[in-house]
């Protein structure tokens, strides 16, 4: 089965809040990531956080990490439409090797 | 700061045609990454270069793929010959080191006819 698991599809009413989850497999993971890829564009980083850590804060987003259950979500206060786009949760171990879900589309909705 | 360049953004071939990608990572940045994107699915790792070095190319299917990193700065990658099955996006990263996050270039959207 896959290393890093997300539900393909979420929908939000525009100023709502988002929540964006991910099940991983390894315990063994030194870092998670949250990146997110815009139509035709690479990925861009929106923040990680080490494996030791159980929450962490940016601005809008907050990640939340339960390592017990190796489940990670990223969280969007007040989403716009420009939040609108795939969003990649992915692990690393040692010397960075990375394993990526397949995306959640998420749609924001006006 | 400049990020990962990539060209070029679009490339369509016929099967059994060759074809190359190039890369030049974030300057300073001495880890490159390339990696194949299906559509629908997330990227998936082909070779990770440490400086001109190759640390994995455990996924890299060798007997049609290459790639260079010859003086630990830009890097190529080739498809020769191509499959319909390589049609993808491929993606170039590079980080700081081996343990710092990676950032991604736009990447070059490949169609095999």
């Known amino acids: 089965g896959e290393d890093v698991e997300q539900s393909l599809f979420l929908s939000v009413r525009e100023g709502d809040s988002s929540v964006i989850n991910c099940t991983y497999t390894d315990s063994s993971s030194t870092y998670l990531y949250w990146y997110k890829q815009e139509p035709g564009a690479g990925l861009q980083l929106l923040t990680y956080?080490?494996?030791?850590?159980d929450m962490k804060q940016d601005q809008r987003l907050t990640v939340l990490l339960n390592k017990k259950d190796k489940h990670l979500s990223l969280r969007i206060a007040d989403t716009q439409t420009g939040d609108s786009a795939i969003y990649f949760c992915a692990e690393s171990k040692r010397n960075n090797d990375m394993r990526f879900g397949a995306g959640t589309r998420l749609t924001v909705k006006p | 700061e400049a990020g990962v360049a990539q060209s070029p953004r679009y490339k369509i071939i016929e099967k059994r045609q060759s074809v190359a990608f190039w890369c030049n990572p974030i300057s300073g940045h001495a880890t490159l990454y390339w990696y194949q994107q299906i559509l629908g699915q997330g990227p998936k790792l082909l070779i990770q270069?440490?400086?001109?070095?190759?640390?994995?190319d455990s996924q890299l299917p060798k007997d049609r793929f290459s790639a260079e990193r010859l003086k630990g700065v830009d890097s190529t990658l080739k498809i020769q010959p191509a499959k319909l099955e390589d049609s993808a996006v491929y993606l170039c990263a590079s980080s700081l080191d081996p343990n710092q996050p990676q950032h991604f270039g736009d990447g070059t959207r490949l169609s095999i006819l």
């Open positions: 956080i080490f494996s030791n850590m």
């Open positions: 270069f440490q400086n001109n070095g190759v640390v994995d």
